[in-house]
């Protein structure tokens, strides 16, 4: 099903209301509204079901006016950081959603600047009233955040040579937008035959992630969300890519009682059990709708359930 205002094709739909258990009545809150098909189907699966949405992105709210006409008085829009959901007042949820990453609203528009193939200006942040832009950051960011950004975030393996092209090529016009970045990097990584996908993508990747400091606000996310369960509330998380889904899958494993890694040597005696995991292997979609909507390729659901 699509966003109901949009190109954006939610992943996972039916999948993630069976999870969120929508279909019995209760109140939810989506961390991440995007087009609102989430937000939709879950008010739309319960008769009484009200939906709290939340999105960074200033022109989300737009889209969230046409659902707050739709369900009069089941719908509530708050424009915020979702790290910062702590500071909502809200009753014990019966599900917390978190599709994590970003829309096709902003990756298809042009303005929004998140695209190597268009000459538009390099912006890629999802809350465009604030903060650097991808062009101020390549131009200006410490040696230290570019490569935390490149190699950590983007995992690129040619990390030291990106990022020792992008601090020679400072101030010469090329790293402002994205078509002239994502070109600098091709003309010097070459596409081999074998590679699917464009040279620039892992640093693109990357940087986005740095500069909207996308990691950092799961992390602080999760356990502010996991308090706003009511007991038998679930928390459904899909996410993008190995970085995210590994802070996922480790707060989930703390909560249920479980050892976060091989080096977690905690005795069992001292852990306390707070949730179960609903979803030993995460959900993914399936090969019809890859087929149908490859952006969902990478996705991974997990689901986890409070119980005290
Ligand atoms: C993949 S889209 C969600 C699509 C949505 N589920 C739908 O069905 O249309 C992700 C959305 O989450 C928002 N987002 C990402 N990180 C966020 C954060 N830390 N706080 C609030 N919103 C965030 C993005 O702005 C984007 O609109």
Partial sequence: MNSPLNSHRSVLL???VEALGARTGGKFLDCTFGGGGHAAAILDSGGENFVYAIDRDPQARERASALQQKYVGRFVFCNINFADAGS???PPL???LMDLGVSSFQLDDGLRGFSFREHTKLDMRMDNSCGRTAADFLNTAAEHELVQAVRDF???KDWKKITSLILENRGKNLLTHGDSFAGLIAANFPRK???RIH????TFQG???AINGELDALQRALPVLFEKLGIGGRLVVISFHSLEDRIVKQFF???AGQAVSRMDGEPMQFREKFAKILTPKPVIPSKGEVDSNPRSRSAKMRVLEKIK
């Fill in 94 to 96: 019966q599900g917390v």
């Fill in 154 to 156: 983007g995992e690129e």
């Fill in 193 to 195: 035959a074998k590679d």
């Fill in 88 to 90: 909502m007042c809200l």
């Fill in 253 to 255: 494993k703390k909560m």
């Fill in 207 to 209: 940087i986005r992630i």
């Fill in 199 to 202: 040279p620039a993508t892992k």
């Fill in 14 to 16: 039916e999948e993630t």
